[in-house]
């Protein structure tokens, strides 16, 4: 088979976790490689995101030992949708198909051979979607079921509980290289790109080590994010709000004439200050949500790069990036045979 397959796997700070997984990474591989399923010429690319500790001399030490696992290396640390993104428009010179993957094997590395069949079959996008979540904390399962409802609500199309495991064809990622938002959200990102796609379910499991970097606090920015990189209904439903307490108002205004002319009017603080309160707290609220947007429009009216890469651990194509560091990698199918 000369499907050649790049699994881009993301990492920051990662050294506990990455010589626990590269293994299996590279199992997988091979055995897709044995089964006829994907080339010979298939590759691991790690993208190392700024790490602090040795995540990078360990990917350099993978590379050095096996031509099957090569390391691109960002400037510093950019966050995971970038150091993905970073990724993927490497890969999509030299692959027919990617796989993201993050690196603490917490996504079952073998629902790779699932997602390439359905490539086989036809899907250019197939989304890995989590099929029970009995390693997290109720507390987890809860947040994560109300982030994944929230987002679709205020339209970001995101496929429920796939976070960002997934096969994307080269012709799907030559579409999305024409996506130049800064602001990114890959998983709300690649549904709008259309072409056939379908979901493959897999087992989360626990960290194999290390620790995570999504908190909760991270997890709502993120959301946050979400929503308004990829929708605007927010906006329309702050116009709706201020529509109905205009309503509201007006009504109120009617029964305080009303009221006057009756002769009973009472001096009701209360309702006077419960009325601003309320209305005070909609209006900070829908200023906060304008700015958010605001700020988007300003980053994305920068057009800054989303990713620098400083360091590659092979020569790219056509060598016009970077001097040449080490011999580019030879073919798997020798190491194979
Ligand atoms: N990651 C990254 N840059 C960051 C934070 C995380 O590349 O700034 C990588 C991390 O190494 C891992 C993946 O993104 O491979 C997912 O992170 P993590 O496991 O901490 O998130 P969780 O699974 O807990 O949501
Ligand atoms: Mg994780």
Same mark, same amino acid.
């Given at each position: 088979?000369?499907?050649?397959?790049?699994?881009?796997?993301?990492?920051?700070?990662?050294?506990?976790?990455?010589?626990?997984?590269?293994?299996?990474?590279?199992?997988?591989?091979?055995?897709?490689?044995?089964?006829?399923?994907?080339?010979?010429?298939?590759?691991?690319?790690?993208?190392?995101?700024?790490?602090?500790?040795?995540?990078?001399?360990?990917?350099?030490?993978?590379?050095?030992?096996?031509?099957?696992?090569?390391?691109?290396?960002?400037?510093?640390?950019?966050?995971?949708?970038?150091?993905?993104?970073?990724?993927?428009?490497?890969?999509?010179?030299?692959?027919?198909?990617?796989?993201?993957?993050?690196?603490?094997?917490?996504?079952?590395?073998?629902?790779?051979?699932?997602?390439?069949?359905?490539?086989?079959?036809?899907?250019?996008?197939?989304?890995?979607?989590?099929?029970?979540?009995?390693?997290?904390?109720?507390?987890?399962?809860?947040?994560?079921?109300?982030?994944?409802?929230?987002?679709?609500?205020?339209?970001?199309?995101?496929?429920?509980?796939?976070?960002?495991?997934?096969?994307?064809?080269?012709?799907?990622?030559?579409?999305?290289?024409?996506?130049?938002?800064?602001?990114?959200?890959?998983?709300?990102?690649?549904?709008?790109?259309?072409?056939?796609?379908?979901?493959?379910?897999?087992?989360?499991?626990?960290?194999? =080590? $290390?620790?995570?970097?999504?908190?909760?606090?991270?997890? @709502?920015?993120? !959301? *946050?994010? +979400?929503?308004? /990189?990829?929708?605007?209904?927010?906006?329309?439903?702050?116009?709706?709000?201020?529509?109905?307490?205009?309503?509201?108002?007006? =009504? $109120?205004?009617?029964?305080?004439?009303?009221?006057?002319? @009756?002769?009973? !009017? *009472?001096? +009701?603080?209360? /309702?006077?200050?419960?009325?601003?309160?309320?209305?005070?707290?909609?209006?900070?609220?829908?200023?906060?949500?304008?700015?958010?947007?605001?700020?988007?429009?300003?980053?994305?009216?920068?057009?800054?790069?989303?990713? *620098?890469?400083?360091?590659?651990?092979?020569?790219?194509?056509?060598?016009?990036?970077?001097?040449?560091?080490?011999?580019?990698?030879?073919?798997?199918?020798?190491?194979?045979?």
């Amino acid at each position: 088979m000369d499907t050649v397959l790049w699994v881009v796997i993301p990492c920051y700070n990662e050294e506990e976790v990455l010589p626990m997984t590269a293994g299996l990474f590279r199992e997988e591989l091979r055995k897709l490689i044995q089964a006829g399923k994907i080339s010979p010429d298939s590759r691991i690319l790690y993208v190392n995101d700024g790490s602090k500790d040795r995540t990078w001399e360990i990917i350099e030490e993978l590379a050095t030992q096996d031509s099957c696992f090569l390391g691109i290396c960002q400037s510093r640390n950019r966050g995971h949708q970038n150091a993905v993104l970073a990724g993927l428009m490497e890969a999509k010179e030299y692959a027919d198909i990617t796989i993201s993957i993050d690196c603490d094997g917490q996504d079952d590395i073998a629902a790779m051979e699932r997602m390439v069949d359905a490539y086989h079959e036809g899907c250019e996008v197939v989304y890995g979607v989590r099929s029970s979540r009995k390693s997290d904390t109720v507390f987890k399962r809860a947040t994560a079921r109300g982030f994944y409802r929230f987002l679709n609500r205020m339209g970001a199309e995101v496929v429920y509980d796939h976070a960002d495991y997934r096969l994307v064809s080269r012709r799907v990622l030559e579409a999305f290289a024409d996506y130049r938002e800064v602001n990114l959200f890959l998983r709300g990102m690649f549904p709008l790109v259309g072409f056939k796609s379908t979901c493959v379910p897999y087992e989360r499991h626990e960290r194999m =080590a $290390g620790e995570s970097h999504y908190p909760l606090s991270k997890m @709502l920015l993120l !959301a *946050i994010d +979400g929503i308004t /990189s990829t929708s605007i209904r927010p906006l329309h439903l702050i116009g709706w709000i201020g529509a109905i307490v205009s309503i509201l108002g007006f =009504a $109120g205004i009617i029964w305080a004439i009303v009221v006057h002319f @009756l002769g009973n !009017a *009472i001096a +009701g603080w209360a /309702s006077l200050l419960c009325i601003s309160c309320f209305l005070g707290g909609i209006q900070l609220i829908s200023i906060g949500v304008l700015g958010e947007y605001v700020g988007k429009v300003y980053m994305e009216t920068k057009a800054r790069p989303r990713y *620098i890469i400083s360091e590659r651990t092979y020569v790219p194509e056509g060598g016009k990036e970077l001097p040449p560091k080490k011999s580019p990698p030879a073919s798997c199918s020798e190491e194979e045979k």
